[in-house]
C-alpha cells in the first residue's frame, strides 16, 4: 500500500514537472514571437515611410504635369475661339450679301410672274366667254328640238292610251256580265241547298228536343227522389250534431234548446224547377244545338223552430255584426281553424261568447246561434 502511495507522488511529481518544463517552453517560444513581432513592425513602418514619401513625390510631379497640361489647353481653347469668331463674322457678311442678292433676283421673278399671269388669264378669261356663248346658243337649240320631240311621244301615247282605255272596258264590261250571271246561278244554287238543309235542321232539332225533355223531366224526377233522401239524413245528422255541441259547449251549466229541422219540400217547388230548367227551343237556320244543362235544384234549407223562452230574434245588422266579429275572431287565431273546429273546441267557444257580449253588447246565446248557423251553411 505504501508502495503504492509512492507510485502515485512519484507520478504527480513527474506531471508537475513535465508542466514546469512545457510552461518554460512556452514563455521562451513568447518571448520569441514578441521579438519577431517587433522586427516586423519596425520593418513595416519603414516601408509604409518610404511608400509615402515615393507617393508624395508622385503626387507633386502629376500635379505639375497637370498645371502644363491645363494651361496648353487654356491656350488651344482661346486660339480656337478666336479663329471660329473670325469664321463667324465672314460668313454673317457672306449670308448678308447672298441674301440680299436673293431678295433682289426673286422680285424680279415675282414681277415676271405676275405679269405672265395676268396675261393667261386675259386670254382664259376671253376664251371661257367665247365657249359659254357657243354653249348657251347649243343649249337653246337642243332644248326646243326636245320639246318638239316630246310633244310628239305625249300625243303619241295619249292616242295609245284612249285605244288601249276604250278597249279595256269593253273587255270589263263583257267579264262582268259573264260574272254576274254565274254568280247569279250561284245564289241560285246555293239558296235552294240552304232552303232543303233548314228543313232537315228543324226537323231533326224538334225531334232532338222532344227527347231532352224527355230525358230532362226523368232526370229531375229521380234527382228530386234522391236531394229528398239526402236532405232527410242531413237534417238527421245536424240534428244529433247541434245536441253533442250543445252538451259539449255547456256540460250541463246552461240547456240550449236547438229547434229540430223539418225538412218538406212541395210538389210545387219540384214542378217549379223542372218548368224552370225546361229549355227553350232555338230560332230557325241555326246550324248546332248547344247542350242543355241542367242546373241541380236547391235542397230546402232546415227551419229551426225558436223555443218559447228564447229571446227574440236579432236584427240584420245586428246578426251582420256577429257574423263579422265571428270571422275576424276566427281569422286572428294562430290554429287556422275552421268553424266547425272552433265549435267543437269548448274554451275557444267561450273565450268567443265571452269577447263577443263584452265588444257588441248583445246576448252570448245570439253570438251562439249566429256561430251555429255559420258553422251549418260551411258543413253544408
Known sequence: MASLMQEFAEARQQRLQERANFLAEQQLARQEREKALQAQSEATAAYLAHAEQTRLAWEQGRQAIAENALASRQEELQNRANQVLQYLQDLSSNRAQQATEDSEERAQEVRTRTFKTRSQLKHIHKARIRMGKADRDQRQQLTQERAAF????????????????????????????????????????????????????????AKEFSDRVANVKTSLEQLESTRLAE?????????????????????????VAVSQPIAKVSANTADDNSASLSPKPKKKGSKSESVVVTPEPEIAKPVAVEPPKETPKETPKASSKIEQFVVDYVAQLSTNSSLLEVVNDRDTVRDLLAQGANTLKVDPSDILNTLLQMAEGSST
Do not use: C, H, P, Y
Not at 238527421?236 to 252538451?247: E, M, V
Open 231 to 255: 236532405a232527410q239524413a242531413q237534417a238527421t245528422k245536424l240534428n244529433n250534431f247541434r245536441a253533442n255541441l250543445s252538451a259539449s259547449v255547456w256540460a250541463g251549466s246552461r240547456s
Open 150 to 205: 316630246t310633244q310628239m311621244q305625249i300625243e303619241d301615247l295619249n292616242k295609245a292610251r284612249l285605244a288601249n282605255a276604250k278597249a279595256a272596258a269593253d273587255q270589263r264590261s263583257q267579264e262582268v256580265q259573264a260574272r254576274t250571271a254565274e254568280v247569279s246561278a250561284q245564289i241560285q244554287a246555293t239558296t235552294e241547298q240552304r232552303l232543303a238543309q233548314a228543313k232537315q235542321d228543324t226537323a231533326s232539332r
